[in-house]
């Protein structure tokens, strides 16, 4: 009995020795500022910072592996804390939140009933899921389950709905979710998202060239929640009360509802919730990234220019416009006039964008005052060419540019928006057929003239004006002169007199799908004009190319735009980009939008040196020939929809329009609003809701 105590003695005895030996042989230090950071940290264990867990995030932080803002659940108080720790300043961040892609839900038709375990993951194993759309959401709710912080339910409609307040932006949902529904992005990846092939939207959204989530903001306005419907807008358009008004909306064109009864009011619910916040008095807040310390030149304070500031401004870069007008907005300030879009109203609109934190420098002309050299030597890091198309096109009719009473069609709508005053005789002639043409001549007819006449040398058929544009025009009495086409200006004395055409037919299909007009010998016909405008066209003005320097390393088209990459917007200076009219040639003022969130896209990837270019899939839509679209979302019919019609349009009469520059659209009530927003389907990609 002694021999095994003294025995067992020895034997810790030595096994005591060897375990301190080896304590010291293979003592591994741990840094105590890990055991602080973990302290810190939320302990979610979420993995939304890529490590498994808060103990193995705290050591890759500690270790230099990880930065000090790794926790996406702590957010900045958290990295600040961690930040203070290590001995670091750390940057305010962005925060991030889940959203759900799809909204097709329990709407979705099914292939076959899905009996084994209600789980996401379990059912796409199962030849993708039940649904038809393979895309769809599955709706089993295992994003809800995986939420450690209950931002998730299941809406009615069989999606799930998150809770921003709740959310912290882990992505633990996203990575359980194998259709890929969840995204999880900062406002400013929101920002850098552009429409892809593999994305889930309605045919209207596909169509919208700045690509606006309408079936969210609809939405939103059918449940009175006003305030996001704008934000909804404005994370892909700033000018909401300004398309509101103007925009030719081809999404309603493309909105399946029109299969059934009427398109929804997509553009006027739009000016709805913009004039709702204008009305309120105040600007709602969009969130704005911390600073990066670039600099950015805007050169022209059109649309394209301010939409491509506004968000290089969000995506938190320093931002000077600079402008060769008095007033900031291009043509949709001297271009438009005020009975379609009144001054006060794009006021308020620019201001708010301006209100972001951009500077503007207005009077000040490129290639006179300042050149690229001296932007260069400022210190801006990259330039944005967006000067527009101010020049007017010529009808190539001798006399034209010293016959007094011949304006181009710019000019005068300039001058008109300048309020200067123009004279009008009681004859007017506008020659052309797009929307410059129809402003041209309802201007006319309410600066004074009794009798205008619209000289175009296709048929109806065929003007590129907006429809609604040329029956307002026709309800107002102006006459249309269609198949003619202009031959030559009468003067007595270098005064217009007459304007003498030539009666036209159509022949087979030109370059540009249109019908070749034809004349018919002998058919000329005189009319009688005190002011002929031309409205034919427009091209920029490049003159700014004449200044000495690197801007003539510019390339050019016979068009006289500016080159670019179609993706990019990046010309043949690497820190130049180019965008609008300028660079697309002349479009619609949405097109012009859409171009400048692109601009601004790469130029923010080209100045934090990430890859410009898109991923494969890119959607782009034609809208001119409806090609392009997401197949099989392109619907000939749908069944099951209760016939409701579109809410009618508040307008002045005729009569009392044409003596007054008042604007002649009105905004719809909230009355309509709701009703019209609860005819809307809120569509997917082929999901649509029959009960609407």
């Given at each position: 009995m002694l021999e095994a105590i003294l025995f067992l003695l020895a034997l810790g005895c030595i096994s005591g020795t060897l375990?301190?030996?080896?304590?010291?042989?293979?003592?591994?230090?741990?840094?105590?500022?890990?055991?602080?950071?973990?302290?810190?940290?939320?302990g979610a264990n979420c993995g939304g910072c890529g490590y498994a867990g808060c103990s193995a995030a705290a050591a890759s932080i500690v270790s230099g592996d990880a930065p000090p803002n790794v926790c996406i659940v702590g957010g900045d108080a958290v990295a600040r804390?961690?930040?203070?720790?290590?001995?670091?300043?750390?940057?305010?961040?962005?925060?991030?939140?889940?959203?759900?892609?799809?909204?097709?839900?329990?709407?979705?038709?099914?292939?076959?009933?899905?009996?084994?375990?209600?789980?996401?993951?379990?059912?796409?194993?199962?030849?993708?899921?039940?649904?038809?759309?393979?895309?769809?959401?599955?709706?089993?709710?295992?994003?809800?389950?995986?939420?450690?912080?209950?931002?998730?339910?299941?809406?009615?409609?069989?999606?799930?709905?998150?809770?921003?307040?709740?959310?912290?932006?882990?992505?633990?949902?996203?990575?359980?979710?194998?259709?890929?529904?969840?995204?999880?992005?900062?406002?400013?990846?929101?920002i850098l998202s552009f429409n892809m092939m593999d994305d889930r939207l309605a045919p209207c959204r596909q169509t919208c060239p700045a690509e606006i989530d309408i079936p969210t903001y609809i939405d939103h306005i059918k449940h009175r929640r006003y305030e996001e419907a704008l934000l909804t807008i404005k994370e892909r358009n700033p000018f909401p009360l300004t398309c509101g008004r103007v925009c030719p909306h081809p999404c309603e064109e493309m909105c399946r509802r029109a299969l059934a009864d009427d398109p929804v009011a997509i553009n006027p619910l739009k000016r709805f919730v913009a004039d709702y916040e204008m009305n309120s008095g105040r600007y709602f807040p969009v969130p704005v990234a911390p600073d990066t310390g670039y600099k950015v030149a805007v050169i022209g304070g059109g649309p394209c220019g301010l939409t491509c500031a506004y968000y290089l401004r969000r995506l938190g870069h320093s931002v000077t416009v600079f402008e060769m007008q008095e007033k900031l907005g291009g043509m949709l300030y001297y271009g438009i006039p005020e009975y379609r879009l009144p001054k006060k109203i794009l006021d308020w609109e620019i201001q708010g964008i301006l209100n972001l934190g951009i500077k503007a420098k207005t009077n000040v002309k490129f290639g006179v005052d300042f050149d690229l050299a001296s932007l260069v030597g400022a210190g801006y890091d990259a330039i944005f060419l967006a000067v527009g198309a101010w020049k007017y096109s010529s009808a190539r009719l001798e006399g034209e540019d010293r016959i007094r009473g011949v304006y181009g069609g710019t000019v005068f709508l300039e001058r008109c928006g300048r309020e200067i005053g123009h004279p009008i005789g009681r004859r007017v002639g506008v020659i052309g057929g797009g929307n410059t043409a129809m402003d041209a001549a309802r201007t006319s007819l309410r600066l004074g003239a009794e009798k205008v006449y619209i000289i175009y040398r296709r048929t109806e058929n065929e003007m590129p004006a907006n429809a609604e544009e040329i029956q307002a025009a026709r309800e107002e009495g102006i006459e249309f002169l269609f198949l003619a086409a202009p031959n030559?200006?009468?003067?007595?004395?270098?005064?217009?007199?007459?304007?003498?055409?030539?009666?036209?037919?159509?022949?087979?299909?030109?370059?540009?799908?249109?019908?070749?007009?034809?004349?018919?010998?002998?058919?000329?016909?005189?009319?009688?004009?005190?002011?002929?405008?031309?409205?034919?066209?427009?091209?920029p003005d490049l003159s700014f190319m004449d200044s000495s320097g690197r801007i003539k390393d510019l390339e050019t088209t016979r068009w006289r735009t500016i080159v670019g990459d179609p993706d990019t917007n990046q010309t043949s200076i690497p820190y130049v980009f180019a965008g609008g009219d300028?660079?697309?040639?002349?479009?619609?003022?949405?097109?012009?939008?859409?171009?400048?969130?692109?601009?601004?896209?790469?130029?923010?990837?080209?100045?934090?040196?990430?890859?410009?270019?898109?991923?494969?899939?890119?959607l782009k839509v034609d809208i001119g020939s409806r090609t392009g679209y997401i197949p099989g979302t392109i619907f000939d019919k749908i069944s099951g929809v209760q016939r409701k019609g579109r809410i009618p349009k508040p307008e002045l009469e005729p009569n009392e329009r044409i003596h007054?520059?008042?604007?002649?659209?009105?905004?719809?009530?909230?009355?309509?609003?709701?009703?019209?927003?609860?005819?809307c389907m809120n569509c997917c990609l082929t999901c649509y809701d029959k009960d609407a």
């Amino acid at each position: 009995m002694l021999e095994a105590i003294l025995f067992l003695l020895a034997l810790g005895c030595i096994s005591g020795t060897l375990l301190g030996i080896a304590s010291r042989v293979f003592y591994v230090y741990e840094d105590p500022r890990i055991e602080l950071v973990e302290d810190v940290l939320p302990g979610a264990n979420c993995g939304g910072c890529g490590y498994a867990g808060c103990s193995a995030a705290a050591a890759s932080i500690v270790s230099g592996d990880a930065p000090p803002n790794v926790c996406i659940v702590g957010g900045d108080a958290v990295a600040r804390a961690i930040g203070d720790i290590m001995g670091v300043s750390v940057g305010a961040g962005e925060p991030r939140y889940a959203h759900n892609t799809c909204n097709g839900g329990d709407r979705a038709e099914n292939r076959f009933h899905y009996l084994g375990v209600w789980d996401c993951r379990a059912a796409v194993l199962l030849y993708g899921g039940e649904k038809e759309c393979d895309k769809g959401c599955l709706g089993m709710g295992t994003c809800v389950q995986t939420c450690l912080f209950g931002a998730i339910t299941m809406g009615d409609n069989g999606v799930p709905v998150f809770n921003p307040d709740r959310c912290t932006g882990c992505g633990a949902c996203a990575k359980a979710c194998p259709k890929g529904v969840i995204k999880v992005l900062t406002p400013s990846e929101q920002i850098l998202s552009f429409n892809m092939m593999d994305d889930r939207l309605a045919p209207c959204r596909q169509t919208c060239p700045a690509e606006i989530d309408i079936p969210t903001y609809i939405d939103h306005i059918k449940h009175r929640r006003y305030e996001e419907a704008l934000l909804t807008i404005k994370e892909r358009n700033p000018f909401p009360l300004t398309c509101g008004r103007v925009c030719p909306h081809p999404c309603e064109e493309m909105c399946r509802r029109a299969l059934a009864d009427d398109p929804v009011a997509i553009n006027p619910l739009k000016r709805f919730v913009a004039d709702y916040e204008m009305n309120s008095g105040r600007y709602f807040p969009v969130p704005v990234a911390p600073d990066t310390g670039y600099k950015v030149a805007v050169i022209g304070g059109g649309p394209c220019g301010l939409t491509c500031a506004y968000y290089l401004r969000r995506l938190g870069h320093s931002v000077t416009v600079f402008e060769m007008q008095e007033k900031l907005g291009g043509m949709l300030y001297y271009g438009i006039p005020e009975y379609r879009l009144p001054k006060k109203i794009l006021d308020w609109e620019i201001q708010g964008i301006l209100n972001l934190g951009i500077k503007a420098k207005t009077n000040v002309k490129f290639g006179v005052d300042f050149d690229l050299a001296s932007l260069v030597g400022a210190g801006y890091d990259a330039i944005f060419l967006a000067v527009g198309a101010w020049k007017y096109s010529s009808a190539r009719l001798e006399g034209e540019d010293r016959i007094r009473g011949v304006y181009g069609g710019t000019v005068f709508l300039e001058r008109c928006g300048r309020e200067i005053g123009h004279p009008i005789g009681r004859r007017v002639g506008v020659i052309g057929g797009g929307n410059t043409a129809m402003d041209a001549a309802r201007t006319s007819l309410r600066l004074g003239a009794e009798k205008v006449y619209i000289i175009y040398r296709r048929t109806e058929n065929e003007m590129p004006a907006n429809a609604e544009e040329i029956q307002a025009a026709r309800e107002e009495g102006i006459e249309f002169l269609f198949l003619a086409a202009p031959n030559r200006i009468i003067e007595n004395d270098g005064v217009l007199t007459h304007l003498e055409y030539l009666k036209m037919r159509l022949g087979e299909p030109d370059e540009s799908g249109r019908r070749r007009p034809i004349p018919i010998e002998g058919s000329e016909t005189r009319i009688p004009l005190d002011n002929l405008i031309l409205a034919i066209g427009q091209v920029p003005d490049l003159s700014f190319m004449d200044s000495s320097g690197r801007i003539k390393d510019l390339e050019t088209t016979r068009w006289r735009t500016i080159v670019g990459d179609p993706d990019t917007n990046q010309t043949s200076i690497p820190y130049v980009f180019a965008g609008g009219d300028v660079y697309t040639g002349p479009w619609i003022a949405v097109g012009a939008i859409g171009n400048g969130r692109q601009a601004a896209r790469s130029i923010h990837l080209y100045l934090t040196g990430e890859d410009m270019r898109f991923p494969d899939g890119r959607l782009k839509v034609d809208i001119g020939s409806r090609t392009g679209y997401i197949p099989g979302t392109i619907f000939d019919k749908i069944s099951g929809v209760q016939r409701k019609g579109r809410i009618p349009k508040p307008e002045l009469e005729p009569n009392e329009r044409i003596h007054s520059m008042d604007e002649v659209e009105l905004t719809i009530s909230e009355e309509d609003a709701l009703r019209e927003a609860g005819r809307c389907m809120n569509c997917c990609l082929t999901c649509y809701d029959k009960d609407a």
